[in-house]
């Protein structure tokens, strides 16, 4: 497709299991973020990706939160020993890179931990 | 944190009639974006409007942006059902990383 997909659209877990958030993005768009989003707020900035340079992890709220982007293609958000305040919809985006570029967001995870 | 800021929180208005949502935020910006969010899912990327420009248009959307107040309004016009869902404006900062911060969001509602 050409838009930017997650999987899974939905992801219902266990307090204390681990969890993977998988991210595709538009091809060729050097830019990749993550977001999250609690029920009726804003989006939250988790860790930003750009090309081959180190990413911004500054917005991760925890050391339990870790991503990666594998061949400068796709991401994986993972949550480790997940929280009941992990809950919430994560998002993706892509962009092209340029500074301030627009950004093209995925359909979201909505995460729910029991 | 949070940048940007919109207000109002929540607009419920008839259909037909123009809806303005502001957004302030604190600190130099690049440019300034707003997005649309239906259901809670992936936003939609409106229009983006320069440091340097003072008005933009887009189809029935009008986005103005004052540096001097560090504000930026998006009027609506004629608004549809269609229109209901959260805008969320998202600054885009001078210098530093090349990310966006996103304000809190208004709920526009259109009744028919």
């Known amino acids: 497709g050409a838009g930017v997909s997650q999987s899974p659209s939905n992801k219902v877990t266990e307090k204390g299991k681990d969890v993977e958030l998988r991210c595709d993005p538009i091809s060729g768009h050097t830019a990749l973020y993550w977001y999250r989003q609690s029920l009726g707020q804003g989006l939250e900035f988790l860790i930003y990706f750009q090309g081959n340079s180190a990413p911004d992890k500054s917005g991760l709220p925890s050391d339990r939160f870790s991503a990666e982007r594998t061949g400068g293609s796709v991401s994986t958000l993972t949550i480790q020993r997940t929280q009941q305040e992990d809950s919430a919809v994560y998002l993706c985006?892509?962009?092209?890179?340029?500074?301030?570029?627009?950004?093209?967001f995925g359909p979201g995870t909505r995460l729910t931990v029991l | 944190s949070q940048q940007g800021e919109e207000d109002p929180q929540a607009l419920s208005i008839q259909e037909g009639e123009n809806a303005t949502m502001n957004c302030s935020y604190k600190?130099?910006?690049?440019?300034l974006q707003w997005y649309r969010q239906n259901s809670g899912r992936g936003l939609v990327h409106l229009i983006l409007i320069r440091s340097n420009e003072r008005e933009k248009h887009s189809g029935r959307l009008r986005v103005t942006l004052d540096t001097s107040k560090k504000s930026s309004s998006l009027l609506i016009t004629a608004s549809r059902a269609a229109d209901t869902a959260s805008y969320f404006c998202?600054?885009?900062?001078?210098?530093?990383?090349?990310?966006?911060?996103f304000g809190q969001g208004t709920r526009l509602t259109i009744n028919p």
């Open positions: 998202a600054t885009g900062p001078i210098q530093g990383a090349q990310k966006l911060v």
């Open positions: 985006a892509s962009s092209l890179g340029v500074t301030n570029n627009e950004q093209f």
């Open positions: 600190t130099s910006i690049n440019n």
